[in-house]
């Protein structure tokens, strides 16, 4: 998985999120569950992240084998990995 932020912008105090699933990670199902916990996960942290960032996040296959709350500890871990 890849979690990457990009340089805050001017545009005031929006926190906007961009989700990549292909079709090599699974079928429809498996894809969209995916997606639901990323925006889940974006819900939660979005106070926490610089007013007027972007967060681009890339699901790669081994998030299928994942739980919940793993999925969102390896989020967690990689948005702060790259704010760093």
Same mark, same amino acid.
Do not use: C, H, Y
């Given at each position: 998985?890849?979690?990457?932020? /990009? ?12 989700? /990549?699933?292909?079709?090599? *990670?699974?079928?429809?199902? *498996? ?6 916990? *990323? ?15 972007? *967060? ?16 969102? /500890? ?11």
């Amino acid at each position: 998985m890849v979690v990457a932020p /990009t340089v805050a912008r001017l545009d005031g105090d929006a926190r906007r999120l961009g989700i /990549t699933v292909s079709r090599r *990670v699974g079928g429809a199902v *498996v894809r969209n569950r995916l997606k639901r916990w *990323v925006r889940e996960w974006f819900r939660v942290a979005r106070q926490s992240l610089v007013a007027g960032s972007d *967060v681009l996040v890339i699901v790669r296959r081994p998030a299928v084998s994942l739980s919940v709350q793993a999925f969102r /500890t390896v989020l967690d871990r990689s948005l702060a990995e790259v704010a760093r």
